[in-house]
């Protein structure tokens, strides 16, 4: 497709670049965040970060559409709200809906009047009427939606889902096999049910004659999971113990395991945890990583406990064994003198077996935020105990055993599908019988291993029986099956098996295998910055894969691990490897990868195509490479918009910085390729331009009834900040230097503050101290005592603090990898009664005397404060505020007023606080609490996932 040449080089006005209906798509979206609510592509395999599908779909559908499509328009084509005409707006009725969602009966899609909108697409008229559409906008053709870094499939798989041409791309062969699962398979051969049935039967039957003797069954009944441990000896006493750091097995059954400790050696029984009454089941053996013998009490620091397992000096221990029957129900029973003989029998067989012995003994990749490596966990095959590996080799063995006969019983593509699925099966189990796989206390089950999106050693692990169970072959079967014959019923008869409009590729975004000027829109969710190491996590199934599938895809499996060097994330373990100093940092290598990726989607987009982004991150600097890549890439942006579509309890993101609100920025490649502008802009001329552009926005967030977080508000003003910074691009300061964007998106960040100040405080900050400031405004910004440590030193520069040269004397904030955690009173004052007592804690650790007289600043004093309160109480807090005058200093009463406004309820200070200036103490200050009231209302009223 061209350009219409009687266009006059006029690019195709969109939808997306005008008003949207993004409340109710941020109603949706947040909607589908239970995973009993998602769409079943993202439950056929685990991948790490996967957009909800109305979002999806707005950004889609809106990225082609004509700017004439009304909003409502476009929300029944995205399939939100009722299929029977309402009166007034569709975006109204949802929005009300969500307002007496508290008050419904029934279920969330019954109280709203329709589905969950993946679980439907337009009717074959209205996709009819959708493509005609299209094809009179687009000069005669469907315009083709590109996503050159497809994860986990959602936006080509929705745009394939309408019928449009699609082109999807994955470097991660992981993330590739399932869009071609979800994108080829469901579409073009259907439902493999049957098929999938009959051999995983196969694979499971010859497995069950080659293993079940190391399973051994109880009164009949197979085990389903195993609660396992280590244990080393004593150092000091030569006696082994466990190393179990809780002994909860099923807590809410009162299941927990007891340790018996006799002649050196433990063992362990299944008890009731409330009859017994000496023993808490919270209490284990090691704690801080540091590990207390239970027979002579000498602890091993986590040091030496490192070294043993680094050292292979430990050994496993089968605690507890949970047997499901379908009968007689779940019966929990401590192991046995069989169960002992099975595990060492299975310890023989894989040391005496050459291929079993040798097998996955690669070493893997271990990355910046492993935390399973230092413990010995060096090589692949490391993961498992002998008995999971063995489980393992024996299905991945069977497969092979019946892999030509699938092969010669179907046509090529049929089999190779059936195979591929049978592959998405036996490595699902991986990630639920490892020695990283968490043991689900509160419930009794496996979970998964990589819940975190990181490896994390476990003290306590689960091991699921392959053979039985609820994480058994069989039981893994029917869900992959499930959700892949669900993906297949998504698909409209009209858009099934039609080969020539999907086309999947496997490799790098910056060299795709297109046409220039041949693609309409692309629509895509880059990777954001350092949050998810794809590559390295997802090594945990490649390795697996590849035995499965590298004679299938042997250009797709051929590498040991999966490709690091071209993923396109922030990377500091790569930082290592290198040798010479003029490497460029991970950050820098990340925005050139970027660079090379919206280049080669400029190259590929026709004269005046769009690009639509999802960005997610609270980092200024993540926001500073990505924009810096769209510019010299050389796009424009054109429009932006906030979407609520995270769940706001989102985990596994490291350092939690990524935000629960998506920004949409939509962007052109010019008509014209640009000559560059030779003029630069002076910052100095439009920096007022980008305070107002992002306090407007801050403004019409905060009044928009969205429930959005501070960070959320930020970023939702990134948006129109970045649309000036972009139009003046290239800009230079004073003295001719480039200015980036971070310093635009830093002057937002500061218009956003200022307007929540004005907005949420009730008096103002004006008197109060630099520091104690900037610790109110990282709370009340924030909301978390854990801050991306360069917004937080940003921040502090704001206000006038150096938050580096602070530290060591103030105690206010501490460390971790990028994240700075701000401090309460108890990490910084010494103990008012222990130092009565005679306690000496070292000043330097503890940097706030409560028995000085005055204090270097506002926020010491209140700390101070709170720490007489809790230890000597409100009478002698009385005195001890009178005899310095605090209740008659205005700054440390408007920081105790403002730290209550901040800090959320279940802060160990906030409890204090409140107590400070509403009981007997609060007379003597004399501060109006008559907000608290309000906050209480305000936070009964504030929307929740638990909510639905």
């Given amino acids: 497709m061209t350009q219409n040449e009687d266009s006059d080089k006029t690019p195709k006005p969109l939808k ?103 679980r439907r697409t337009p009717s074959e008229s209205e996709l009819s009427d959708l493509h005609d559409k299209l094809r009179n906008h687009w000069d005669g053709d469907l315009p083709t939606v590109l996503d050159p870094t497809a994860g986990g499939g959602t936006i080509p798989f929705e745009s394939a889902r309408y019928g449009f041409p699609t082109v999807s791309n994955e470097l991660n062969p992981v993330a590739w096999l399932l869009n071609k699962v979800i994108l080829e398979y469901a579409r073009n051969i259907g439902s493999l049910e049957s098929e999938v049935k009959e051999w995983a039967g196969k694979i499971d039957d010859i497995v069950h004659e080659n293993i079940s003797e190391f399973f051994p069954t109880k009164n009949g009944v197979e085990a389903s999971y195993y609660f396992r441990t280590y244990s080393i000896s004593c150092p000091s006493c030569g006696s082994r113990f466990p190393l179990a750091n809780r002994w909860w097995f099923d807590k809410n059954k009162d299941i927990a395991i007891k340790p018996v400790y006799e002649s050196g050696e433990p063992s362990y029984r299944i008890v009731e945890a409330s009859d017994e009454s000496s023993f808490d089941p919270d209490n284990g053996n090691i704690s801080g990583g540091d590990a207390e013998c239970p027979h002579c009490g000498v602890v091993t620091e986590r040091d030496s406990v490192v070294e043993r397992f680094q050292a292979g000096e430990y050994e496993y221990e089968v605690c507890g064994i949970k047997y499901v029957d379908k009968v007689n129900g779940t019966k929990y029973h401590s192991p046995t003198e069989e169960d002992a003989k099975a595990i060492e029998a299975s310890e023989s067989q894989v040391d005496n077996d050459l291929r079993l012995s040798t097998f996955l003994r690669d070493d893997r990749y271990i990355g910046y935020y492993d935390r399973a490596g230092p413990y010995g966990i060096t090589q ?144 895509i969710d880059p990777p954001y910055g350092d949050n998810i190491i794809y590559s390295e996590i997802s090594d945990a199934f490649y390795v697996w894969q590849r035995q499965y599938l590298n004679d299938i895809f042997p250009g797709k499996f051929s590498q040991s691990e999966t490709n690091k060097q071209d993923e396109a994330v922030e990377n500091p373990a790569l930082d290592d490897e290198q040798s010479s100093a003029e490497e460029t940092s ?165 218009s956003v503050t200022e307007e929540l100040i004005e907005r949420e405080l009730s008096d103002n900050l004006d008197n109060v101290d630099a520091l104690s400031k900037w610790y109110i405004l990282s709370w009340l910004v924030y909301e ?127 409890e204090l606080l409140v107590n400070l200036a509403s009981g007997e103490t609060g007379e003597l200050l004399d501060i109006d609490v008559g907000f608290l009231s309000d906050s209480d209302e305000e936070e009964q009223s504030r929307t929740t996932l638990q909510d639905f």
């Fill in 16 to 118: 997306i670049e005008g008003p949207l209906p993004s409340t109710a798509t941020g109603i949706e979206s947040i909607k589908e965040s239970y995973s009993d609510s998602m769409s079943p592509h993202r439950r056929i395999f685990k991948w790490f970060a996967r957009r909800p599908t109305t979002t999806t779909r707005l950004a889609v559908l809106a990225s082609v559409l004509p700017p004439d499509t009304s909003n409502n328009e476009l929300l029944k084509l995205m399939c939100v709200g009722p299929k029977a005409d309402i009166e007034g707006d569709i975006e109204d009725y949802v929005i009300r809906k969500e307002a007496t969602k508290d008050s419904r009966d029934g279920s969330v899609e019954e109280h709203f009047g329709y589905e969950y909108p993946h």
């Fill in 784 to 910: 978390a005592e854990s801050i991306p440590y360069d917004e937080a030193r940003q921040l502090g520069l704001g206000v006038g603090v150096q938050i580096d040269d602070i530290k060591q004397d103030t105690k206010i904030w501490g460390k971790s990898r990028d994240q700075l955690l701000l401090k309460g009173q108890e990490y910084r004052v010494r103990d008012y009664t222990a130092l009565e007592a005679g306690e000496k804690r070292r000043k330097r650790g503890y940097p706030i005397d409560p028995r000085d007289e005055a204090f270097n600043h506002n926020i010491d004093a209140v700390h101070a404060t709170l720490n007489v309160l809790k230890t000597k109480g409100s009478d002698f807090t009385w005195n001890w505020l009178k005899d310095r005058d605090l209740q008659n200093d205005s700054s440390f009463r408007r920081t105790v007023k403002t730290l209550i406004q901040v800090l959320p309820n279940e802060h160990d200070d906030y």
């Fill in 586 to 750: 991970a950050r820098q290598r990340y925005e050139d990868k970027m660079r090379s990726i919206f280049s080669e989607a400029y190259r590929v987009l026709e004269p005046g195509g769009v690009i639509t982004i999802y960005f997610t991150d609270k980092e200024i600097g993540a926001w500073d490479s990505l924009t810096m890549s769209i510019m010299d890439s050389g796009f424009t942006i054109t429009a932006t918009h906030t979407i609520s579509s995270e769940s706001p309890s989102r985990i596994g993101v490291q350092g939690q910085s990524s935000a629960d609100s998506s920004l949409l920025l939509t962007c052109r490649k010019p008509t014209e390729p640009e000559n560059g502008k030779s003029t630069p802009t002076l910052w100095s001329d439009i920096r007022s331009q980008t305070q107002q552009a992002a306090r407007d926005k801050a403004a019409e967030l905060l009044d928009s009834g969205l429930n959005l977080t501070k960070t959320d508000v930020i970023i939702g003003a990134f948006g129109p900040t970045l649309r000036v910074f972009t139009e003046a691009y290239p800009v230079l300061d004073k003295h001719d230097n480039p200015v980036r964007p971070k310093q635009a998106l830093e002057e937002a960040r500061k």
């Fill in 380 to 523: 692949w095959r490391d993961l498992f105990t002998s008995r999971q590996l063995l489980s393992h080799v024996a299905y991945l063995d069977a497969f092979k055993e019946v892999e030509e006969d699938i092969k010669s019983k179907y046509d090529d593509e049929t089999a190779e599908a059936v195979l591929v699925l049978l592959t998405l099966i036996g490595s699902r189990q991986i990630n639920h019988n490892s020695r990283l796989a968490p043991i689900r206390t509160q419930f009794g089950f496996v979970d998964n291993m990589l819940g975190n999106n990181n490896f994390s050693f476990q003290w306590t692990f689960g091991e699921s029986n392959m053979l039985a169970g609820g994480k058994s072959y069989q039981s893994w079967t029917e869900n992959v099956l499930q959700y892949y014959e669900r993906v297949v019923e998504y698909y409209p008869e009209s858009v099934r098996g039609d080969r020539n409009d999907v086309q999947l590729h496997q490799g790098d975004a910056g060299d795709l295998p297109l046409d220039s000027d041949s693609i309409q829109a692309v629509v």
